[in-house]
């Protein structure tokens, strides 16, 4: 009679093995999906890991095939869209490419928590990091960390090249300067701008695209106001403005600084867009239902996620591989 798992301790692949009936090479074809495996033995194979609730080491897997299935994540414990969605873009990325992710959500960038966090995962054996950068913080970090080969760093922007790793963004300058230009198309001559906080890489990114567009229309730079890309920043920003002779449009750097903008704009009896246009960025959900619904920029952030998980295996393969820029798209709707 054959020998199954040992009470107290969790199933081996021996154990798969004898309850199948097969040899733990055969196991390893199935769960590694390598070799040809006829398909009732395979039925079998699985079978018995359903019924033995049985999970692969992966470790062990590491150290036969060379490769690790574990990708580590660090990021912000920012709550903002951006960021958010960056991380969930590269989860499932990692997912629908047979990684696992082990997350390091840091409440601030320092050197401190950086290291500690890249130390963390290479111990854990990971096969690569994404390094989630919206800040100009980490770029002073970037060079002084122990990165392994397969490091991606996402950020729309960077302060200096690293031979140690590669960068996927969008361009966030592009973004800007389309919708800003679309702005001026539609006859504006005064744009204000809304902007992010400055040591943000995306609401850097974000002005200058606003001031390229200005520029090749010779159009001089309207008011300008710094918000925390916030709802109440938004609101707080109008009602400054509203104190002063309004504009043609405002080009808004993310969405939520739009809601609350349009909020005091309605408050006081503006009118969007019959009295001045407005653009945000993001296109986050639910900026189709603002009233009125928000023209604005969309990211792509499931490619995001897809282009760093494809440069994290291209590294691991050894091949080159070059940085990833994607471009943003704006969306029509109508509040400009």
């Known amino acids: ?25 055969t196991v390893s074809r199935v769960i590694n999906d390598k070799g040809t495996v006829r398909p009732e033995t395979r039925e079998r194979v699985l079978s018995a890991i359903a019924q033995l609730g049985y999970r692969p080491n992966e470790a062990a897997r590491a150290l036969v095939t060379r490769r690790s299935r ?7 414990q920012f709550v903002n869209y951006g960021p958010a969605s960056t991380l969930l873009g590269v989860q499932v990325a990692a997912k629908q490419a047979g990684f696992y992710v082990s997350v390091a959500s840091l409440s601030e960038f320092s050197q401190e928590t950086l290291h500690d966090a890249v130390d963390l995962f290479l111990g854990q054996g990971v096969a690569g990091i994404v390094l989630i950068a919206p800040v100009i913080e980490v770029a002073h970090e970037l060079h002084r960390l122990p990165l392994p080969p397969a490091t991606v760093v996402i950020s729309s922007a ?16 592009a973004g800007a300067r389309r919708a800003v230009r679309y702005l001026v198309e539609q006859g504006c001559k005064s744009i204000v701008h809304f902007a992010g906080p400055e040591n943000w890489f995306d609401a850097e990114q974000r002005r200058e695209g606003w001031l390229d567009a200005l ?22 920003m109008a009602q400054e403005l509203l104190s002063a002779e309004l504009p043609d449009a405002i080009f808004v750097a ?7 903008a349009l909020r005091a704009l309605g408050e006081a009896g503006v009118r969007v867009p019959e009295d001045l246009l407005v653009v945000g960025f993001d296109d986050e959900p639910g900026s189709e239902f603002f009233r009125p619904a928000l023209t604005t920029v969309r ?20 091949r080159e591989v070059a940085d990833r820029i994607i471009q943003p798209e704006l969306i029509l709707r109508h509040s400009a």
Request: negative net charge.
């Open 299 to 318: 990211q792509d952030f499931e490619n995001v996620g897809t282009s760093a998980v494809e440069l994290i295996t291209q590294r691991l393969d050894g």
């Open 1 to 25: 009679m054959a020998k199954h798992k040992t009470p107290g301790r969790p199933p081996a692949m021996t154990d798969v093995a004898a309850l199948a009936g097969v040899s733990h090479q």
């Open 70 to 76: 574990l990708i580590g994540i660090i990021t912000t």
């Open 215 to 236: 520029a090749e229309a010779k159009l001089e730079p309207s008011l300008e106001f710094s918000g925390d890309w916030s709802a109440s920043s938004g609101y707080r």
């Open 158 to 173: 960077w302060t200096e090249d690293s031979p140690q790793v590669s960068r996927v963004g969008v361009d966030q300058r």
């Open 254 to 260: 993310n969405d939520q600084m739009s809601l609350g």
